[in-house]
């Protein structure tokens, strides 16, 4: 039998676990799935070992730790700069970034995206940036304050909220916490209103309410999506890197949407 879990802090809120074990259950893999409370990130790894994992998810606030301490990373997580997914192989842990291709997958109905707005400066602000730029995507960065950006601007454009200039743009991605907890916009509405005017799209990474942001995007008649597809696609993506990418990305996508539907 084949052992997998999450690692965060907090964890028990997690929906990973029942999508995992759903689709292992309908795939009929001999595998179990579950969470695991890391207070110290530090000892992720050896956590990871002394359990005996074949895999690993990775939550907040580990995603950097998981990209530092495995033996060897992808380029999505290296030029993400963070991790969700680890894998045993040959006796190595491997780091892999799932958020951004999961992202790239969930904006497929929009069709092709030339330009994009990403509000937030954080982990996840960078692997979608990186994620769009390599898909051609001429991408946009703002963030409340000026010290994160530092990360950004050798390659892409960046403003604070008081330098940014107005325009409109394909796509506008909330990729802040902002609204995760009440119903803050990720930025001043006298920016975001006028450039939600002149744009096409908006993407919110939270996936679990209505935010201010879409809110306020879908009273603008943007086409709208919230972040559930994103965090169904990284886990099924990850779920095949478990496997050495073996699997039917189609079966274990039918099954993990049965959760969503519950
Ligand atoms: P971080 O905490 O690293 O994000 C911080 C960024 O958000 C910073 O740029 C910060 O600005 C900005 N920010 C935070 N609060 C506010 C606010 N009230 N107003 C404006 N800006 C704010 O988070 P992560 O990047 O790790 O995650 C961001 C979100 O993405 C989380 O809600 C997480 O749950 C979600 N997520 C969803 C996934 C999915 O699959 N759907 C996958 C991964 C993450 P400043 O620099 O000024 O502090």
Known sequence: MQTFAVFGNPVEHSISPRLHNKALQDLGLDALYTRVLLEDGSKLISKFRALKLDGANVTVPHKEYALKLADEASQIAMRSGSANTLVLKNDKILAYNTDAPGFMRAIVPFGKIKTALIIGAGGTAKALSHALKDNDTEVTVINRSKERLA????????????????????????????????????????????????SNFAFDVIYNQSTAFLNLAQANNLT????????LFQAVLALNLFYDSSLDEAKIEKSMREIFKL
């Open 151 to 198: 990360d950004f601007d050798k390659e892409f454009e960046c403003y604070c909220w008081d330098d940014f200039k107005v325009k409109g743009y394909d796509l506008i991605v909330n990729s802040t916490s902002a609204g995760l907890r009440d119903d803050s916009l990720p930025a001043p509405i006298e920016i975001l209103e006028p450039v939600i005017k002149q």
């Open 224 to 231: 709208c999506k919230n972040g559930a597809d994103m965090l």
